[in-house]
């Protein structure tokens, strides 16, 4: 945890909230073994929205979309943040862990030096939805012992706003509550909002911190800007903003979004598949240890 909050409780009123600097669909694709999903934060947008590395969306209520999972695969170098939104999920491995991950519980894993795992559904029929966040890790902290922790639905802090906007607190700090998991570096930021129609949501975020929201249910407006479903909106970083506001549309049913912030690295990235290190020496190495089985051992 940071000495000094990146986020306190806003004021009444922020006094410069951030603007919309650009809209991101995303691109279908597969992953694991023939996934389909939605990559919302690509390769190319990582400088911008350092030190995030990827973010990927998925949701079917189609079997085939999914059932197959994410048979064993390699990490090394970062962290990834798995939120149920609605399914099961059961994750195991190199390292003997074992752990179900069901609707609104989060697993976060540091890959650290590396790990090979595996997620498999535990369904055969149903909606399986959800996102997987890649955070990236500081260059003393890539060659770390892996870690990860489950945490069920129950165990996310939450609160409810005046405007009645619920607010699960996955990571950081918003108005008061602290989050399940802090990180010293990048100080990450992630909630999940489910705001009623027309009511608003205001957080504070430090201007040098990249953020942008994911909205996956309704429509959302930040600035006068309308940010419509299954769309990443990424926040501008003027220089003496001081958080953002966040609107849902009239007319609808409820919005429910991502905001996700954190403090750059400004470090340089070399990413080969899994593998996310900081040269492309590094890369060769961790791709020999991968080889030569010493990954994950």
Request: net charge negative; aromatic share 6%; proline share 8%.
């Given at each position: 945890?940071?000495a000094?909050?990146?986020f306190?409780?806003?004021p009444?009123?922020?006094?410069?909230?951030?603007?919309?600097?650009?809209?991101?669909?995303?691109?279908?694709?597969?992953?694991?073994?023939?996934?389909?999903?939605?990559?919302?934060?690509?390769q190319?947008?990582?400088?911008?929205?350092?030190?995030f590395?990827?973010?990927?969306?998925f949701?079917?209520d189609?079997?085939?979309?999914y059932?197959?999972?994410f048979?064993?695969h390699?990490?090394?170098?970062?962290?990834?943040?798995?939120?149920m939104?609605?399914?099961?999920?059961?994750h195991?491995?190199?390292?003997?862990?074992?752990?179900?991950?069901?609707s609104g519980?989060?697993q976060?894993?540091?890959?650290?030096?590396?790990?090979?795992?595996?997620?498999?559904?535990q369904q055969?029929?149903?909606?399986?939805e959800?996102?997987?966040?890649?955070?990236?890790?500081?260059?003393?902290?890539?060659?770390?012992?892996?870690?990860y922790?489950?945490?069920?639905?129950?165990?996310?802090?939450?609160?409810?706003?005046?405007?009645?906007?619920?607010?699960?607190?996955?990571?950081?700090?918003s108005?008061?509550?602290?989050?399940?998991v802090?990180?010293?570096?990048?100080?990450?930021l992630y909630?999940?909002?489910r705001?009623?129609?027309g009511?608003?949501?205001?957080?504070?975020l430090?201007?040098?911190?990249?953020a942008f929201?994911?909205v996956?249910?309704?429509?959302?407006?930040?600035?006068?800007?309308?940010?419509?479903?299954?769309?990443?909106a990424?926040?501008?970083?003027?220089?003496?903003?001081?958080?953002v506001?966040?609107?849902a549309?009239?007319?609808?049913?409820?919005?429910?979004?991502?905001?996700?912030?954190?403090?750059?690295?400004?470090?340089?990235?070399?990413?080969?598949?899994?593998?996310?290190?900081?040269?492309?020496?590094?890369?060769?190495?961790?791709?020999?240890?991968?080889?030569a089985?010493?990954?994950?051992?």
């Open positions: 945890m940071n000094v909050n990146p306190p409780t806003p009444a009123a922020l006094r410069r909230p951030r603007t919309v600097e650009r809209l991101v669909t995303g691109r279908p694709t597969s992953d694991g073994a023939g996934v389909k999903l939605t990559r919302v934060l690509t190319g947008l990582q400088k911008r929205l350092d030190p590395l990827m973010l990927d969306a949701g079917s189609r079997a085939e979309d059932i197959a999972g048979p064993d390699p990490h090394r170098g970062f962290e990834t943040v798995t939120y939104i609605a399914g099961r999920m059961l195991r491995d190199s390292a003997g862990h074992e752990g179900l991950l069901e519980g989060v976060w894993m540091s890959a650290g030096r590396g790990v090979i795992h595996s997620e498999i559904p055969q029929e149903g909606r399986m959800g996102f997987q966040l890649w955070l990236n890790l500081p260059a003393k902290d890539k060659m770390s012992a892996p870690w922790r489950d945490f069920a639905a129950a165990e996310l802090p939450r609160f409810t706003t005046a405007a009645g906007v619920d607010v699960v607190v996955i990571a950081g700090e108005q008061g509550v602290q989050g399940a802090s990180r010293e570096v990048t100080a990450p909630l999940d909002l705001l009623p129609a009511a608003a949501f205001s957080q504070a430090p201007p040098g911190y990249n929201l994911y996956y249910r309704g429509e959302l407006t930040v600035g006068g800007t309308a940010v419509p479903v299954r769309t990443m990424i926040l501008g970083n003027e220089a003496d903003s001081d958080g506001v966040i609107e549309a009239q007319g609808t049913a409820e919005t429910r979004a991502l905001l996700i912030a954190g403090q750059p690295l400004n470090e340089p990235i070399a990413q080969y598949g899994p593998f996310v290190m900081n040269t492309e020496q590094e890369i060769y190495q961790a791709v020999a240890d991968y080889r089985g010493r990954l994950g051992g």
